[in-house]
């Protein structure tokens, strides 16, 4: 069911483009994210976290170098502009410009034979760009219950991949499905980047130098510090971003945070949830309440890194 119902092009309005400029440019993303853009080669993307001094996730990036001096941040619009404002403080001498290029580019989700009908390999790992022509990338992204999917990133005016229109909520499912959070308004600064498995998915570079708070991030790495963990699980009513998930046994204190949530299309809703290890042990989970709708664990698509 889910390989005929995810299928073709979406259009995603609800991303935005943050372009950095110069020779600095990519330099200066080193200095600031969680991953390692000096090294950025021309047939990479990177998933990558901008954190706050204390280590807190403020805003999350798809990032490609397609030009030696030019690197584009794909990330939710909603946190786009003050993102932006926040990076920009941090220019300072570098040789680097920041704008907000969205109105440059136009961006496409590819899902199922979307991928071949375009020339593309659907066995591509996570992780590659591929170029189309000097204009076109394509980002290789997890599949979603092992359906392949991309991010097509093109000029403004350009021709929509080819392919079935693909409903924007399905795209959002499958963002869902695939376990890997895009971080919008209600989650920031509610994890550090491993709440979110981004150091199991390649979000986090630990050989890289410092960036803003590198040193808690390294702490809940290799000091076992770390608690919680984002697991996928399914819910037969509406749960919603930043609502709160509680144990039937304690309804007073929660016990984790949906991250991200969005309609299933064979009814019920998908939600990855940050929480506690201790309480997704314990079992019996609701969202809103300990009274709340029901939440039911399914496995992640990736092995955590404890387990690999």
């Known amino acids: 069911m889910t390989t005929v119902v995810l299928n073709g092009v979406a259009t995603l309005s609800h991303l935005g483009v943050i372009r950095a400029e110069g020779p600095d440019a990519a330099s200066f993303l080193h200095g600031q994210l969680t991953q390692d853009f000096s090294l950025l080669g021309a047939t990479e993307a990177r998933l990558a976290a901008l954190c706050t001094a204390k ?21 939710s619009r909603d946190i786009l502009a003050a993102t932006l404002k926040r990076l920009s403080m941090y220019v300072l001498r570098a040789k680097a410009k920041l704008t907000d290029a969205t109105d440059q580019f136009a961006l496409y989700g590819l899902a199922g034979t979307a991928l071949t009908a375009n020339g593309l390999d659907a066995a591509t790992p996570p992780g590659k760009r591929t170029a189309i022509g000097e204009d076109i990338s394509v980002v290789s992204l997890y599949p979603a219950d092992g359906v392949p999917r991309a991010l097509w990133i093109a000029p403004a005016g350009h021709a929509a991949p080819a392919g079935p229109k693909l409903d924007a909520d399905l795209w959002q499912w499958s963002e869902v499905r695939s376990g890997i959070v895009t971080v919008t308004t209600p989650i920031i600064e509610a ?5 979110i498995n981004y150091e199991s998915v390649g979000g986090v570079n630990f050989k890289k130098g410092c960036y803003p708070g590198q040193e808690i991030v390294a702490r809940s790495q290799f000091r076992g510090t770390l608690k919680r963990r984002t697991y996928l699980m399914q819910a037969d009513a509406p749960v919603a971003v930043g609502q709160e998930v509680f144990a039937a046994a304690d309804g007073e204190q929660p016990v984790g945070t949906v991250a991200q949530a969005a309609q299933a299309p064979g009814g019920g809703w998908s939600a990855l949830v940050s929480m506690q290890i201790s309480a997704l042990e314990a079992g019996a989970l609701h969202a809103g309440a300990a009274t709340g709708p029901a939440l039911t664990v399914e496995p992640l698509p990736y092995p955590l890194l404890e387990d690999i």
């Open 55 to 75: 280590g807190r996730v403020i805003a999350s990036f798809i990032g490609i170098r397609p030009q030696p001096e030019s690197i584009l941040l794909v990330c």
């Open 191 to 195: 994890f550090v980047p491993q709440m």
